[in-house]
């Protein structure tokens, strides 16, 4: 979807869209190295050895990928772990909002790379250190998932709900409910929205290699 912006505000409403929302560059010629930009995880590569992101909202001929070394670099304090193991554990997975710095680019393939963006890290310690189980949920308004943890009367177990971006959400369960079984109870009540465990414990486990 493309909109056009007039007046003699449209700077300062361009602006506010693009830190609400991201705006999607048309073309690789728009992007220049260490620009941070809001992404989409499409998933894993096809050899397995990266995560696929799309920059924007919508452009689908921008795809970028965030490399193996650079996830364990950033994430696993340089452990080799797999990537699917990896985007499980931090949630980088199919329609999670993520914020990504671009490291290279390859005009001529038209290929793109990424490191995960300092906000986007400091973002995941800060739910680390919560300890905080978290559900991030793709694809349901906040309406739709507040609905479903009524009806499921897990009001108790989920103590808040933080928007990410454009139906995006993240669920703070209570200290001690666990993100797995409210998912198992609420899954069914959110129709086709995609929803992912983020739990504390795994990243120490990831990064320190005890399991």
């Not at 620009?35 to 590569?45: E, H, M, Q, R, S």
């Not at 995941?124 to 991030?136: G, L, P, Y």
């Not at 129709?191 to 290699?209: C, I, M, N, Q, S």
């Amino acid at each position: 979807m493309k909109v056009e912006i007039e007046g003699e505000d449209s700077e300062i409403l361009t602006e506010l869209i693009k830190r609400r929302l991201g705006i999607a560059p048309e073309n690789a010629s728009e992007l220049e190295i260490d620009d941070n930009l809001k992404a989409y995880v499409i998933g894993t590569g096809r050899n397995g050895q990266s995560v696929e992101v799309e920059i924007g909202p919508d452009s689908l001929h921008l795809r970028c990928e965030i490399t193996q070394q650079a996830l364990m670099a950033q994430l696993c304090d340089g452990r080799a772990v797999p990537v699917d193991r990896i985007s499980r554990t931090y949630c980088l997975q199919e329609g999670v909002t993520v914020l990504v710095r671009i490291t290279h680019i390859d005009r001529h393939r038209r290929h793109l790379e990424a490191w995960i963006s300092d906000d986007q890290i400091a973002r995941f310690e800060n739910w680390r250190r919560q300890r905080f189980h978290r559900i991030v949920a793709v694809g349901a308004t906040q309406e739709r998932l507040r609905e479903a943890i009524r009806t499921c009367r897990v009001e108790r177990d989920v103590i808040d709900v933080e928007e990410l971006a454009f139906i995006a959400n993240s669920l703070v369960c209570k200290l001690g409910t666990e993100a797995p079984g409210i998912i198992a109870k609420i899954g069914r009540h959110v129709g086709d929205a995609r929803l992912y465990a983020f739990v504390p414990e795994r990243l120490d486990e990831l990064r320190t290699g005890l399991e």
